[in-house]
């Protein structure tokens, strides 16, 4: 358990609000350690009760690292949150913390990230992220892809293969424009099947929220236009995997502090610090970054059909150069281009911010960046740290790091590491035909 680090509840008034939206019923919502969405949908009518005591959940029946035994783990609803389900509006869907005797349980996703934001709060900075979710459009069953026609060798942001999508795209686009998300761009990506969205960026934990909530949205239209939406990694080996590149600065008083006018890059000594932190703990980061077995078919992979894998497979930075795991695409921010489409929205956020923040807080170097194409000449850096080759290696690397021990707490760590090396006995056991089953609902 851990110290009462949620802020005081928004009065918001969610019967009132239900009243006057038309609202029948609410998605009562949170994200377990495994990045699974579960609710129990509330009658408007009962709302009120909810929004006082939290809706109670047999923790041990989602992925946590919990007991038959133990009490309810109750979900209080985060009335802030409230997002009316565009495709079917008489149903709110509300992000919800964890509670269990009273207390916030540690292990809960959006409360470790909530305990990220306090600690960067209390070093004077708010952390601003986005995040570039790309995923494919398969047919229901999952085993290919859901256009038939969509098989050029060079797909990315093929017009055709886009437009033959109209329908779902935007449908998802105009739900994010009257969300207030402001999305500036949607476009098939790499492999054939594969799209991508982008909104605009915003507090790290408004990030998330919204995250959680467009993977939900992006796979239930997709239902309703009579495909399968996954954010598997690396659903087909011969394509191109999908990653959730998240962009990251920091600020202090409306002032982008990673930014600094004399520098190369664009990065202040704070932006190189924090980039140190994510050179420092890379490996550690891939078991959150990099949850699933399957992500390291995307992280390692030979070169796809179209040229290029698009993901990191060392631990290196450069100014704008996407064979790198981090790229500084312009002044004061930057990309870490590790993630997967598998990875739990809120602890993306949360390891990003705790391997940051320990690169500020030791002042981490993160060396000279390497202005080469990895692709074709990263041999000619023998000392570059490489990526973990498996999920177990990762899960490894995470029990040994003393920093996200520290930072995240152990409380978080230790059930996190028992819950990937279950999921990793069950690989052995099982091999591809359950690594594929267990990641195309990521």
Request: net charge negative; charged share 20%; proline share 6%.
């Amino acid at each position: 358990m851990v110290q009462d680090i949620i802020p005081q509840r928004s009065p918001v008034d969610l019967a009132a609000v239900a009243e006057e939206r038309g609202i029948k019923y609410f998605l009562i919502s949170y994200t377990d350690l495994s990045g699974a969405q579960r609710a129990k949908l509330v009658p408007a009518v009962a709302i009120k009760e909810m929004q006082k005591n939290g809706a109670g959940f047999a923790g041990f029946a989602a992925a946590f690292q919990l007991s038959p035994a133990d009490p309810d783990l109750v979900a209080v609803p985060d009335p802030t949150t409230l997002i009316q389900l565009p495709w079917k509006p008489e149903v709110g869907w509300l992000a919800s913390d964890l509670k269990m005797h009273g207390q916030w349980i540690e292990q809960g996703p959006r409360n470790t990230l909530r305990r990220m934001i306090v600690r960067a709060a209390q070093a004077g900075l708010t952390v601003k992220t986005g995040v570039e979710c790309e995923f494919f459009l398969l047919t229901p069953d999952g085993q290919a892809i859901g256009d038939p026609h969509d098989n050029a060798a060079k797909s990315c942001y093929d017009a055709s293969a886009l437009m033959r999508q109209y329908d779902v795209v935007t449908e998802i686009c105009d739900a994010m424009l009257d969300l207030g998300w402001q999305p500036y761009q949607n476009d098939h990506e790499d492999a054939n099947g594969q799209f991508e969205m982008n909104w605009i960026f915003d507090e790290a934990m408004v990030t998330a929220d919204r995250h959680v909530f467009f993977k939900f949205m992006t796979r239930s239209i997709a239902e309703k236009h009579g495909l399968r939406a996954t954010f598997m990694p690396k659903p087909f080996v011969n394509l191109t995997g999908s990653g959730c590149h998240a962009h990251i600065s920091l600020w202090n008083n409306g002032r982008n502090v990673c930014h600094a006018d004399g520098d190369p890059l664009g990065l202040s000594a704070q932006g190189y610090h924090f980039v140190g932190g994510l050179i420092e703990n890379a490996d550690a980061l891939c078991a959150f970054l990099n949850p699933v077995v399957n992500s390291y078919k995307r992280i390692n992979a030979p070169r796809t059909v179209s040229g290029a894998t698009w993901s990191p497979n060392s631990v290196t930075y450069a100014g704008d150069n996407r064979t790198h795991m981090i790229r500084v695409p312009g002044k004061g921010r930057f990309e870490m281009r590790l993630p997967d489409g598998a990875a739990n929205p809120y602890l993306l956020q949360a390891s990003l911010l705790a391997a940051g923040l320990d690169g500020l807080e030791r002042r981490l170097d993160p060396g000279k960046p390497l202005d080469i194409n990895m692709y074709t000449h990263g041999h000619t850096v023998p000392d570059a740290k490489k990526l973990p080759l498996n999920l177990l290696d990762a899960v490894r690397a995470l029990d040994t790091s003393t920093a996200m021990r520290r930072l995240l707490g152990d409380g978080l760590v230790t059930p996190y590491i028992n819950l990937k090396m279950g999921e990793w006995n069950a690989y052995c056991g099982h091999l591809s035909t359950w690594e594929r089953q267990a990641t195309l609902d990521c």
